[in-house]
């Protein structure tokens, strides 16, 4: 009696596909686990990275209020004049005063003297931010009286406490506390010129502000939301430039902190992007050699009668699975790192501050991570959906088919597209990534050709060789299913987007090196009399160091030339 036993593709279904998929990938763990570590590390990188940028951005975000310390800052050189005042009266009611200038002081009981910034305060100022201060009241007791606050390091410097005596002009301070944190004041600003906060009612009995000082008159603003601000300074900057007047409001505080930041987000969201592309190759290379050692496996499966869409879907999850894991892994390690950059980044930064987790930076980051995984792994998916059962017998005919087909080029386009995308997200200049990924298209197509020299190179030497082991090895860079090709553009693309990342530090930080030039000077002494000329310069040379130019400084203010001034040379295009 004849038996026949018939196997239906319909019994095979979402959950039996998933079991397979799980079962095949027991016994080729370790090399699914490169294809996870390299997720991994690439998402992990860009993680940290972007995440550091996010959080120094939303940094600057809060910080630029509290370093202007108000909505509107509106200030002059010169003592305010009635014009200026009835402007300034017509801004808003809410505001502040301070005058600053640098000055000597003079510590009576030990007898030391430093250059300091004298700021004189009346109001509520600073709005945003606090001045911290020790005692916690010290700051709000400041109008009652001759009284001073002294920085914290100025007074551990010249040994004097709080209580102590400071002459500034002509008038003695009683130091009322010690400044801890002052808004809008840096770190290396500090240490040049430490600040001292007064009243400003008691800065004319210091008789330091006469004609020919150097002063700087402000008058600060707070406004229900910083677009008041904004709208106030757009209607009236016709009316600051005609009475010479300078303003600085909230948003234009971020822009300056961000700007001075700029060098350092291209270049880490460079790094971010070559982090991406290296944990990219590392996972077309990993899954390319994996999948491939898949097609004996397949050709099984098609001849029970899986077909070939349930073929590549057993695959499809695997490399979902994995993509998944990398990516969750990959984050959570780079959330852990980005609390190491603002320590290795700290002698760089204007502000300390604590890592924040974004949630869409995880997000970011886990998508990412399954979109690479996929379509990297797109291209060999498809082929072992095209494997057929007659490949089990005739395998060597099978894989000498033609390889580039119409989905190929699909994929390549979703690649070259992600590329630009990812790119352009990073850069924010569409020209720019367009460049990129063409030369990185380029840059392939030239390492395919130089796989396809080498290979034909090493046909011709292996022939000529007599050797056994050396003819062996060389033979293995073109005997079918090398992996020459793949090696060779992952070695290859690495190399190149290092080499970028070095190059670009390279020329960040000789930008910087130019700054202080053979012939530039790292010390500048103004402010000398003529009496003090000539002593000076003898003081300076005693101690080799040479004066590389002495020139007289006038201070002047230049109104018109040939009977055309700023206004009228401004409207002349």
Not at 321 to 335: E, K, N, P, Q, R
Request: proline share 3%.
């Amino acid at each position: 009696m004849d038996s026949k036993i018939t196997v239906s593709p319909k019994k095979y279904s979402r959950s039996w596909l998933l079991k397979m998929a799980w079962r095949d990938s027991r016994r080729s763990r370790s090399k699914l686990l490169l294809f996870t570590t390299s997720i991994a590390i690439g998402i992990a990188a860009l993680v940290a990275i972007n995440s550091f940028k996010r959080n120094l951005d939303e940094e600057i975000q809060l910080q630029a209020k509290a370093l202007l310390g108000a909505d509107l800052e509106v200030s002059s050189n010169r003592p305010f004049t009635k014009e200026q005042m009835a402007l300034i009266d017509s801004l808003g009611d809410e505001r502040s005063s301070q005058t600053r200038f640098g000055s000597m002081i003079y510590f009576p009981r030990t007898d030391g003297t430093r250059l300091v910034q004298v700021r004189g305060i009346s109001g509520f100022y600073p709005y945003y931010g606090k001045i911290e201060t020790e005692p916690y009241w010290a700051a709000g007791d400041l109008t009652n009286g001759a009284y001073a606050l002294v920085d914290e390091k100025l007074m551990l410097q010249f040994n004097v406490e709080i209580g102590d005596d400071i002459l500034i002009g002509k008038l003695k301070f009683e130091i009322r506390g010690k400044l801890r944190n002052v808004p809008g004041q840096s770190g290396i600003s500090t240490s040049v010129a430490p600040v001292v906060y007064v009243s400003e009612g008691y800065l004319p009995f210091t008789e330091l502000i006469k004609k020919g000082s150097r002063v700087t008159y402000s008058k600060f603003f707070k406004y229900p939301t910083e677009a008041t601000a904004d709208e106030i300074v757009a209607a009236r900057r016709e009316q600051f430039k005609e009475l010479e007047l300078r303003y600085e409001t909230v948003e234009e505080r971020k822009k300056d902190t961000s700007e001075a930041f700029e060098n350092m987000s291209i270049f880490l969201n460079l790094a971010a992007f070559i982090a991406l592309l290296l944990g990219s190759i590392g996972v077309a290379g990993a899954v390319h050699i994996y999948l491939k050692e898949k097609n004996q496996s397949v050709t099984i499966l098609r001849c029970l009668g899986v077909k070939s869409k349930q073929a590549f879907y057993i695959y499809l999850y695997q490399v979902l699975l994995m993509g998944l894991i990398g990516s969750v892994a990959g984050t959570f390690i780079g959330l852990g790192l980005q609390y190491y950059l603002p320590q290795l980044l700290g002698e760089v930064l204007p502000f300390s501050f604590e890592p924040k987790i974004f949630w869409i930076v995880i997000v970011e980051g886990i998508l990412l991570g399954i979109i690479i995984a996929v379509l990297f792994a797109l291209l060999p998916l498809i082929r072992l959906g095209k494997i057929s059962p007659l490949q089990s017998i005739r395998a060597a005919f099978e894989s000498q088919r033609n390889k580039l087909s119409p989905e190929a080029m699909v994929i390549f386009l979703l690649l070259g597209l992600f590329l630009f995308g990812f790119a352009f997200f990073q850069i924010g200049e569409w020209k720019q990534a367009l460049m990129f990924v063409l030369g990185l298209v380029a840059t392939f197509g030239l390492l395919v050709l130089i796989a396809k020299g080498l290979m034909i190179v090493a046909k011709k030497v292996s022939s000529k060789t007599t050797s056994f082991l050396v003819k062996q090895g060389i033979a293995n860079l073109y005997r079918p299913n090398n992996q020459s090709t793949i090696l060779l553009l992952t070695i290859g693309i690495c190399a190149v987007l290092i080499s970028t990342l070095l190059f670009s530090r390279y020329i960040l930080v000789e930008q910087i090196t130019l700054t202080g030039a053979e012939n530039r000077p790292n010390m500048v002494l103004f402010d000398i009399q003529t009496t003090q000329k000539e002593e000076l310069k003898t003081l300076t040379l005693d101690y080799d160091l040479p004066v590389i130019q002495d020139v007289p400084i006038v201070t002047m203010r230049l109104k018109e030339i040939n009977g055309v001034n700023k206004k009228v040379a401004e409207k002349d295009s």
